[in-house]
């Protein structure tokens, strides 16, 4: 896909991962429409970049309602839509099941999955429109096919997207519009601090050598560019990949040890 001058729509672009997508995809002729929950993040983006082709939006991908009223606001700014990449996720706090609230659980759930669910369905009938190429790009996780101790919600809700994602893709095969499915490993981003979960773990304490959000949105943008429809993202996802292939249960015994939540 040739992504110059295409209409593109980030989540959770004033940071980390999404805040690189915006940044490179402008780089590269795109108009970009960033949107964000965080509203004094977004100002800080416009500030930063200071281009006509940058249109901030604050929402809430955990709210139906925010969503509708972003696409309102979409549709007077543009007259279509190219490119929608869901990349906007928060995770869960570092505990058993048990010692998850309801609040936790449907908000990890909404925000993670619901809310992608809903933007590509408002937008589904722009982007089927018979004219150019189309994409839709989910980023889901390594705990979306790799159960990790303690993030029980926040590995099912990527799960979920996962296979909607693949779904999506069974759907729009014969269209315009192709799907791409990202798996990403640990990244070095604030996803803790976005989430309000609290974890002593340091990048240079990490058991996963984490990918920078510069190199993960130059891989995610190369995948756009050359039709990929699945992309795992850093070596512990693709190497997680592999042990899970090979024996699943002494995979998970080698995931409960490194991360030490199963004393």
């Keep these: 896909m040739n992504i110059k001058r295409k209409n593109a729509i980030v989540t959770g672009a004033a940071s980390g991962v999404g805040k690189e997508l915006t940044k490179q995809l402008l780089q590269k002729g795109c108009n970009v429409a960033a949107i964000d929950i965080n509203k004094d ?3 800080k983006l416009e500030e930063e970049i200071n281009s006509t082709k940058l249109k901030t939006y604050v929402v809430d991908m955990g709210s139906n309602d925010s969503i509708k009223k972003f696409r309102e606001e979409y549709k ?5 839509v190219d490119i929608i990449i869901n990349n906007a996720g928060i995770i869960q706090p570092f505990v058993k099941v048990e010692k998850l609230d309801d609040a936790t659980i449907n908000k990890v759930m909404n925000v993670n999955f619901f809310g992608p669910v809903n933007l590509i369905r408002y937008f589904m009938e722009d982007l089927t429109k018979d004219r150019s190429e189309q994409y839709i790009v989910n980023v889901s996780s ?3 096919f790799f159960p990790f101790p303690g993030q029980t919600i926040y590995g099912a809700s990527k799960a ?3 296979i909607f994602t693949e779904g999506l893709y069974a759907e729009l095969e014969k269209t315009n519009v ?3 499915i990202v798996l990403p490993g640990a990244m070095n981003t604030n996803i803790t601090t976005n989430s309000n979960v609290e974890i002593n773990t340091t990048k ?6 984490m990918l920078e959000p510069d190199v993960a949105a130059y891989q995610i943008i190369d995948g756009i560019e050359k039709n ?3 992309l795992f993202l850093g070596s512990d996802a693709k190497f997680l990949r592999f042990l899970y292939k090979i024996n699943s249960k002494s995979a998970i015994s080698f995931i409960n040890k490194k991360m030490n939540i199963n004393k």
């Design 41 to 43: 993040n977004l100002k």
């Design 76 to 80: 007077k700014d543009y007259s279509d």
């Design 142 to 144: 390594m705990g979306g």
């Design 160 to 162: 979920a997207l996962k």
């Design 178 to 180: 192709r799907v791409m």
């Design 204 to 209: 240079e304490e990490s058991n996963f050598k």
């Design 228 to 230: 990929k429809f699945k």
